[in-house]
């Protein structure tokens, strides 16, 4: 890989793309997570507002009554407090209508994205693998947070290593999960080495069966040959 060159991946449907750059999604990623925090925070407004309400019509009708009886005017908030849902479901609306459209651009951007990690790799012998930093000392929590959620994408595999001096299970950060990814690497190897068993089991029946159908052929042609003879 020469020097400054990045790791580019697109994924092309019908047309090409313009390609993306991580930095740009990185910054639609950030604003993505402020719209997810204030439509939870929205939501639990308009949930108060909502119960509110509905606290208060059950009693207005008998505060009503009351205020006549006792000749205290009666102040009606309903049109207040419905006023206050309306609001909220309406900033509810577009905090929504803004999240899909981020999240839009973000897959759209992500479909031609650019890259930008270092030529050189760091390998690290003692968990085989080899690591690709981003150049200048770039972080994106929050696209790579997106990348992880919304597409399944770098995750870490579970998979368990056999070295010299024992297994070990890596993508987990649980003994209990640990054991559980050990006992099936296990049961898969296991029921491989069967299989395998299985597999040169039938070929040297198979070699038998040729040998003897040889030696059937010889036989015959050997009895063939005699009884021309008389």
């Known amino acids: 890989m020469v020097e400054?060159?990045?790791?580019?991946?697109?994924?092309?449907?019908?047309?090409?793309?313009?390609?993306?750059?991580?930095?740009?999604?990185?910054?639609?990623?950030?604003?993505?997570?402020?719209?997810?925090?204030?439509?939870?925070?929205?939501?639990?407004?308009?949930?108060?507002?909502?119960?509110?309400?509905?606290?208060?019509?059950?009693?207005?009708?008998?505060?009503?009554?009351?205020?006549?009886?006792?000749?205290?005017?009666?102040?009606?908030?309903?049109p207040e407090l419905e006023e206050k849902v309306k609001t909220l479901k309406e900033q509810l609306e577009n905090l929504s209508s803004e999240r899909v459209k981020i999240r839009g651009e973000i897959l759209s951007g992500l479909a031609s994205v650019i890259v930008p990690v270092e030529a050189d790799g760091s390998v690290d012998d003692s968990q085989e693998c080899v690591s690709f930093n981003f150049r200048n000392g770039l972080k994106c929590p929050a696209i790579t947070a997106f990348i992880k959620k919304e597409l399944n994408f770098g995750l870490p595999p579970v998979y368990v290593l056999l070295t010299p001096e024992g297994l070990k299970v890596l993508g987990v950060k649980d003994k209990t999960s640990a054991v559980q990814e050990l006992v099936k690497a296990v049961e898969a190897l296991r029921a491989k080495a069967a299989t395998e068993v299985k597999r040169l089991t039938n070929e040297a029946l198979n070699v038998s069966e040729e040998e003897s159908e040889e030696k059937t052929g010889r036989g015959m042609l050997s009895a063939l040959k005699k009884f021309g003879k008389h």
């Open 4 to 78: 400054g060159e990045v790791l580019r991946v697109s994924l092309v449907e019908g047309q090409e793309r313009k390609a993306v750059e991580l930095q740009t999604l990185e910054q639609h990623a950030a604003r993505l997570l402020e719209v997810e925090k204030l439509i939870d925070e929205c939501k639990v407004k308009l949930s108060q507002a909502e119960a509110e309400l509905a606290s208060y019509r059950e009693k207005s009708e008998l505060e009503r009554r009351f205020s006549e009886l006792s000749g205290i005017p009666y102040v009606d908030k309903s």
